[in-house]
């Protein structure tokens, strides 16, 4: 399979099927992102394209010095904390189909919704976007032991949010 | 969970359900696990949040944001230049200009050795045609290369045979005009058959840019008996074994930086560390091809066979006293030898005659007297 970075350099030289390819790729991922993030699907769904947008227009000045990965979720990253700065300082999780939401997903964002802001990032950047210690370090201008301690404090946090919740449905 | 007890502490067994630890780590891990259900419990645990987090899914996303994707690539520059849009990038006329401005400079600068630099290059677009999809030489690897030959590489080889007056004083010769040439000896031996002189031969090993010296100062030890040379061309070799050695070391940096750089599950990550351990020892097999070759290039071969001229010598007849002592030594050697075998006879083959003999006497008599009883009667 061919590298995200190789396609990428190849867009940048015009190849238009480089740059699809890596849409189809990175288009549901990213549309995830920001859905789990953002109350409004349909924002998610803006700032998804902005993303892509960004890309597209910044190709020519890209370089393939990280991970294409970690290039497309830190423009994602900055575009989601421009927005959330737009709406509110804590904006809650998406809760737009909360009501129709199956009680296992609920209490996840319920659970989550209690981490503090920065460790639950970190777990979602780890458990939703699959990305290394490494990756989200670089993301968040961390270092890489930091990612892990909070990552684990926030492990256990939301362990311990989730057994009441689980108790709960197992009592009904 | 206490060190005391545990090899290793919470963080790290998280790290190592992520994939996130060190081989050698993640393989203590794995051993202790198997026996440690705390530890257990702890990674069912993680594994048991991980589950209840991936139940958390999203919409799929519309066919808009395609479409839109589409729409905004329909309209980047980079896809509306059409084929001659790179003439409109700034960047294509930087690079042309300095094309055009180094250009200028090799021509004035060094014109004198654009030819065999393009002769190289040949050589070398050449070997990249032959060898192409089995591996790339990058644009550095190319002018390291192009730089190490300067001139074809040649493997020179000579067969020298030489008939010299005084072996001894040849032989030191030879040791100083090697000293005096940087060269030295592969191999030698000397011989010294009946009825013919004392012969060297050794396999000599010379600075090729010395080779036409010293051979100079060897045929001017004697006469030259036979003389055969050989020149055999390696540069395509040296440059297809420069190459892939490159292509190798730039394998085993890319699976290093994936080794570094990626995350996944323990298997995969020993599955690289494998194919790094196959691409190094690739490199050194290469690595010690590519010396080799040069070694063999940069001393030139010289297998060389000096023998003494063959003067036959006056025997000096033997006296009559000396061959009586001999002949008296023999005989006497001889006796030895003659009853020493008898003895030896009677030792391995007299018991064995005495039992038969012993057993067979009664037999044999009866028989006889039996026979002679009969034949008397019938008279």
Known sequence: MISDETLMLEFQRGSRPAFEELFARYKEPLSGFFRRRLASTEVAEDLTQETFMAVIRASERYQPKALFRTYLYSIALNLLTAERRKLARNAPLANGTVENAADSVFWVREALQKLEPSDREILMLREYEQLSYLEIGELLHIPINTVRSRLFRSRMALKGHLEPAREGVQCT | ?379
């Open chain 2, 1 to 379: 969970m206490h060190l005391e007890t545990h090899p290793f502490d919470q963080e790290e067994l998280m790290a190592f359900l992520d994939g996130e630890l060190a081989v050698d780590r993640a393989a203590a891990v794995v051993s202790h696990l198997d026996g440690c259900q705390d530890c257990q419990k702890l990674a069912a645990d993680f594994r048991g949040v991980s589950r209840q987090l991936a139940g958390w899914q999203v919409e799929q996303s519309g066919p808009a944001l395609a479409n839109s994707i589409s729409a905004a690539l329909d309209t980047h520059p980079g896809q509306s230049r059409g084929k001659l849009g790179f003439l409109l990038r700034r960047q294509t006329w930087a690079w042309a200009g300095g094309l055009c401005a180094a250009v200028l400079i090799g021509t004035v600068v060094i014109a004198p050795r654009l030819d065999k630099q393009h002769k190289l290059a040949q050589s070398v677009a050449f070997l990249k045609a032959e060898n192409d999809g089995a591996f790339q030489i990058r644009d550095s690897n190319a002018s390291t290369i192009l730089e190490t030959l300067r001139s074809p590489m040649i493997v020179r080889t000579v067969q020298l045979t030489i008939a010299v007056k005084d072996f001894a004083k040849t032989r030191s010769t030879v040791d100083e005009i090697l000293k005096r040439h940087k060269g030295y000896i592969g191999q030698s031996n000397v011989s010294s058959p009946v009825d013919s002189g004392p012969v060297l031969e050794a396999t000599l090993r010379v600075p090729s840019d010395q080779f036409e010296a010293a051979m100079a100062e060897l045929k001017a030890l004697g006469r030259v008996d036979s003389e055969s040379q050989s020149g055999d061309e390696v540069t395509q070799q040296y440059v297809d074994v420069a190459a892939r050695l490159a292509n190798a070391r730039n394998s085993e940096q890319r699976l290093t930086d994936l080794l570094r750089e990626r995350t996944g599950k323990l298997v995969d990550v020993l599955a690289v560390e494998k194919e790094i351990e196959r691409v190094r020892g690739e490199i050194e097999r290469m690595e010690a091809e590519r010396k080799n070759l040069a070694k063999s290039v940069d001393f030139a071969t010289l297998n060389v066979k000096l023998f003494e001229e063959y003067r036959a010598g006056f025997q000096t007849p033997r006296s009559k006293s000396f061959r009586l002592r001999n002949a008296a030594i023999e005989g006497y050697r001889m006796t030895v030898e003659s009853v020493t075998g008898a003895a030896a006879f009677l030792l391995a083959y007299g018991p064995s005659v005495l039992f038969w003999s012993a057993i067979l006497f009664f037999p044999v008599r009866f028989i006889w007297r039996r026979l002679r009883h009969h034949l008397l009667n019938s008279l």
